[in-house]
């Protein structure tokens, strides 16, 4: 753990941080890499170092004294310092209203005081505009205290508890629901538009494409209940 010298700047404790912890990482990585780089016959790769020459146009030229200075500056810095801005963005302060959604699940509630949930919910409410739920959040808390097995519930299963007297919440909660943990959903429905959207299909519209992409990135849930959905499109065409 990293104690913070009085009278020091935050700048001073982080290079003081990283010229203790990024050698060392250096080192690991490299020995992993050896290993797996011996199994596949490139240990040279790893264990030497490239030919530095004044105009390089196509790869890192960055001057080391060896190998593991070198990869340390070309790839070990760089990627180090591409997580940690992805992190800072990721849970930057404007993005704390979307994390502290999740504090309406009862398996949060219940580590929370009453206080806390009511303040966490002055920032929802401000972000989303959503002034009730500082007023619907402590009978919320109440509604889920004494209800077995809470906090096995999903998000979707709690929704249905909210619908009727708890409007702000049920809107919440839907906002929940329909924000992605990760980035792979997005990226999974551009793979699936370039199979829908064929020269063939050029003259499609929007409204068919949205409902084609939709049934193509969530098969899984069409194939696991197939008769029912069925059933509803013969409705839909009936109608």
Known sequence: MWLRPRNTSNAFCNCLRATVIIPK???????DATVVAEKVGLEEDITSMPR???KQRHRSNHPAESPSEFWKRSLIIPYLGSVITSLETRFAEENTPSFALSKLHPAQMQTMSVENLTETCETIAQFYNLPNIKIE???WQQFWHNKPNS?????FDI???AKTFF??????LKILIALPCTTCTVERSFSSLRRLKTWLRSTMSENRLNG????????KLIHGNLQDFNNKVVE???Q
């Open 236 to 238: 839909k065409f009936l």
């Open 137 to 139: 959040v402590e009978l």
């Open 159 to 161: 929704l249905k508890e």
């Open 25 to 31: 990482v250096t080192d690991e990585i490299i020995k």
């Open 212 to 219: 084609l992409a939709m049934m193509s990135v969530n098969r």
């Open 167 to 172: 409007p702000d919440t049920e809107k919440a």
């Open 151 to 155: 906090t096995d519930q999903t998000v």
């Open 52 to 54: 530095i020459v004044g």
